[in-house]
């Protein structure tokens, strides 16, 4: 990789549960990290939880007071997209699922960044193709799926489309080994790999939960104690919101042949309406 396509300064757009746990890896293996959201108390929400990241990794000793420091000293917010992405080498939209808002992020975004930045999307589901079509250089642009927690979890799916580039495939899998993550690459299709996966196991928990047959406890203690799952389904579901899950339920069920796996359980329709959204309002399948 040569010097003029090194990776230097990241633009991250959203600041909320995956945006910033982005900007926080990102800052941490060295990279000029600015974390952009709509204004100045979600960026400041972000940053937050940034800091009481490091903070609990200073106090359980897995993480040193001057490495704390160091990534702080590369982070910086700001509520003017334009301003995140100014010569930016790589920009990483985390907004919420909706192909509009995603397009003018990255359109604002790739008027300022460097010409030959790469545009990556944190989408987990929708189509990359999609996203890439109406914006300059659709060459430029991949999925760079990242999970949640980012700064424990090890895995980064990258998504190509017919129209992305090798080479910046290949600038995105050096960037992914440089912030500690083990990248896999799959093709552009509705959910991915890992959407598609743990989606299917997630929804037939819920309907499990729905019929009766056990516990979310119990249903969790099954695929952990029994299959070696590091999280249980329900439990995962609540990290990753209902409302998040029933969004791609909803969009995997007409895009995919096989759609009835994934049609959303009544049970889930009704928590999302009632507010049960997970940790994130405190309540899901478990008290938060």
């Known amino acids: 990789m040569t010097s003029e396509h090194a990776i230097q300064t990241v ?10 746990g982005i900007a926080q890896v990102a800052a941490a293996a060295g990279f000029r990290t600015r974390l952009f959201d709509v204004d100045d108390a979600r ?7 940034i800091r009481a990241n490091l903070q609990a990794g200073v106090e359980r000793k897995k993480l040193t007071e001057e490495a704390a420091a160091s990534t702080l000293a590369q982070l910086h917010g700001t509520a003017v997209l334009e301003q995140a992405a100014a010569d930016a080498d790589l ?22 960044a460097k010409p030959d930045a790469i545009l990556g999307t944190n989408t987990s ?16 642009v991949l999925g760079m799926h990242f999970f949640n927690p980012v700064h424990i979890m090890k895995l980064l799916e990258l998504v190509v489309a017919s129209s992305t580039a090798p080479a910046v495939l290949e ?10 993550k083990e990248c896999i690459t799959i093709k552009d299709s509705p959910g991915f790999a890992t959407s598609r996966l743990g989606l299917v196991i997630g929804l037939e928990a819920i309907r499990m939960v729905e019929q009766g047959v056990g516990s979310a406890e119990d249903i969790d203690k099954a695929m952990t104690l029994g299959y070696g799952f590091p999280m249980g389904p329900l439990r995962l579901t609540d990290l990753v919101g209902l409302d998040v ?10 895009a995919l042949p096989e759609g009835a796996h994934f049609r959303p359980p009544a049970l889930l329709r009704q928590m999302v309406a009632e507010g049960k959204l997970g940790k994130k309002s405190g309540r899901g399948f478990y008290s938060w």
Do not use: C, F, N
């Not at 633009?11 to 910033?20: D, I, S």
């Not at 985390?94 to 003018?104: G, I, R």
């Not at 899950?245 to 007409?254: G, M, P, V």
């Open 11 to 20: 633009a991250v757009l959203g600041a909320g549960t995956m945006g910033h």
């Open 43 to 49: 960026v400041e929400a972000g940053l937050g939880k």
């Open 91 to 112: 920009v990483i939209e985390a907004v919420p699922e909706t192909l509009a808002l995603k397009h003018d992020v990255l359109s604002r975004a790739a008027a300022t």
């Open 125 to 140: 589901s929708l189509s990359i193709a999609a996203i890439a079509a109406p914006l300059p250089r659709p060459e430029r």
């Open 171 to 180: 600038r995105a899998k050096a960037w992914g080994a440089a912030i500690g």
């Open 245 to 254: 899950r029933l969004a791609i339920a909803e969009y995997l069920s007409t």
